[in-house]
C-alpha cells in the first residue's frame, strides 16, 4: 500500500476545497485522491486474488474429477459459481486498466479470465459497459438501462402487450427469478456479437480487428468445448445438464445481485425529456447507489458495492475504492450533493420498488 495513504487515515478526512464553478466539482476530489495515492495500481493484491481464485477453480474441478459420479458432486456447482463470479469481477478490473498500468497486460487478462474462464466476449462487454459509464441511467444513452425484458420508466411501458405486457406488470416479482439467467445471456450475447457479421463497424476490415476477432473467437469455442468436456468426463449426461444449470443459475443469480443495487431506482437523466448537463462528478454520484456492509460484503459484491467511487474513478483499483469513500462523501456533503448509502437489503428493496412502480400502469389497465 503507497505510503500516503497510511498518511491520512480515511477516518477523518479533511474535505476538499469547495469551488464555485459547477465544472470544477470534481477537480479538488480528484487532486485528493491522487495525493493519497489511491490510483496507483494494486497488482501484488491483485496476483495474490487471481492466484486464490485459479486454485479455488482448480480444486473444484479436481473434485469433479474425483466425485463427478456420485450425486453429491451436484453441491460442487455452489463453489463453481461463486469463484466464476470471482472471475467476472476480475474480467470486469482488467477491462477499466484497475490491475496493470500496460494496456496489453490488462487486455490479456480479461481476455484470459473474460473470454476463456467465463465464456463473455472482452469486446462486446467492454463497449457496453464503457457506454454504460459514460452515462450512467440515462436513458437514451445507457444500454443498462434501455428496454428489454425489463424496462426502467414509465414510458417504457408503452406498447407492450402479450408476453412482454405480463412481464412488465410482475418485473419486480421475476426479477431475482430473470437474475438466473444472466450469466447464460453473457454468454448468447458474446458469441453473438463475436461471429456475427458487423458491416456497421468499419474497424471489422482491419486486419488487427480481424485478428482480435479470430482470439477472442477461438478463446470462447476453447471455453465451451473445455467446459462440456469436463462435466461430460466426470458425469454421466443427464447429471451434466443439471450440474451446468444449476451452476449457470447460480452464477446469474450472484451477478444479478452484484448489479442490481447499484442504480435502479436512482436518478434517470433522460426521463421524460429531461436530459439534464450535468459535471462528472453529479453523473455518476446522483445516479448511483452504494451498499453498506464490512469485508464480507465486499468480497461478495467484487468491490461494486462503491458504485459511487468506481464511477467517479473507473481505474481505481478495487481495495482502494473503500480508502476513497470518505472523501468522496465528505466532498459531496460539502457541495450539497446527496450521497446515496444504504443497507444491502434494503438496496434491493429499493431497486424492487423502482421496477413494481414503472409496471403500474400496465397494472392498471
Not at 477537480?27 to 481464485?53: D, F, M, Q, S
Not at 476480475?90 to 465464456?119: E, K, M, S, V, Y
Request: hydrophobic share 45%.
Amino acid at each position: 500500500m503507497p505510503q500516503a495513504i497510511a498518511a491520512t487515515p480515511p477516518e477523518s478526512p479533511q474535505a476538499p476545497a469547495r469551488v464555485g464553478a459547477a465544472g470544477s466539482e470534481f477537480t479538488p476530489l480528484l487532486r485528493a485522491v491522487k495525493e493519497r495515492g489511491l490510483l496507483e495500481r494494486r497488482p501484488g493484491w491483485y496476483a495474490a486474488g487471481i492466484t486464490v481464485n485459479l486454485l479455488a477453480l482448480a480444486v473444484t474441478a479436481a473434485g469433479l474429477v474425483l466425485f463427478g459420479h456420485s450425486p453429491w458432486s451436484l453441491l460442487l456447482a455452489v463453489p463453481l459459481a461463486v469463484f466464476s463470479a470471482r472471475t467476472g469481477f476480475i474480467a470486469h478490473d482488467a477491462g477499466h486498466a484497475q490491475i496493470a498500468t500496460r494496456r496489453r497486460t490488462n487486455r490479456l487478462l480479461q481476455l484470459f479470465h473474460a473470454n476463456l474462464l467465463l465464456g463473455m466476449s472482452q469486446e462486446w462487454w467492454n463497449d457496453k459497459h464503457n457506454r454504460h459509464h459514460a452515462n450512467p441511467n440515462h436513458l437514451d444513452k445507457d444500454p443498462d438501462v434501455a428496454p428489454d425484458i425489463l424496462v426502467f420508466a414509465g414510458h417504457q411501458t408503452a406498447g407492450r402487450t402479450g408476453l412482454r405486457g405480463w412481464l412488465t406488470r410482475h418485473q419486480a416479482w421475476l426479477f431475482f427469478p430473470l437474475t438466473t439467467l444472466e450469466g447464460l445471456a453473457l454468454k448468447v450475447y458474446g458469441f453473438r456479437a463475436v461471429f456475427s457479421a458487423r458491416e456497421d463497424d468499419a474497424r471489422d476490415g482491419t486486419p488487427g480487428a480481424r485478428r482480435d476477432r479470430l482470439v477472442e473467437g477461438g478463446l470462447l469455442v476453447a471455453h465451451v468445448v473445455g467446459y462440456a468436456a469436463l462435466l461430460i468426463a466426470t458425469m454421466s449426461p443427464g447429471q451434466a445438464l443439471v450440474f451446468a444449470l444449476i451452476h449457470q443459475m447460480l452464477l446469474g443469480l450472484h451477478l444479478g445481485m452484484a448489479f442490481a443495487p447499484n442504480h435502479k431506482g436512482m436518478a434517470m437523466p433522460g426521463q421524460d425529456g429531461d436530459d439534464r448537463r450535468w459535471g462528472h462528478l453529479r453523473r455518476q454520484v446522483l445516479t448511483s447507489r452504494n451498499v453498506r456492509g464490512g469485508l464480507v460484503t465486499d468480497w461478495l459484491l467484487g468491490g461494486l458495492n462503491y458504485q459511487i467511487e468506481h464511477h467517479l474513478f473507473p481505474s481505481m483499483p478495487r481495495p482502494h475504492l473503500r480508502l476513497a469513500q470518505p472523501l468522496v462523501r465528505t466532498h459531496c456533503e460539502a457541495l450539497g450533493i446527496p450521497y446515496t448509502e444504504t443497507g444491502a437489503v434494503d438496496s434491493y428493496r429499493q431497486a424492487l420498488v423502482h421496477l413494481h412502480a414503472v409496471g403500474e400502469p400496465l397494472r392498471e389497465g
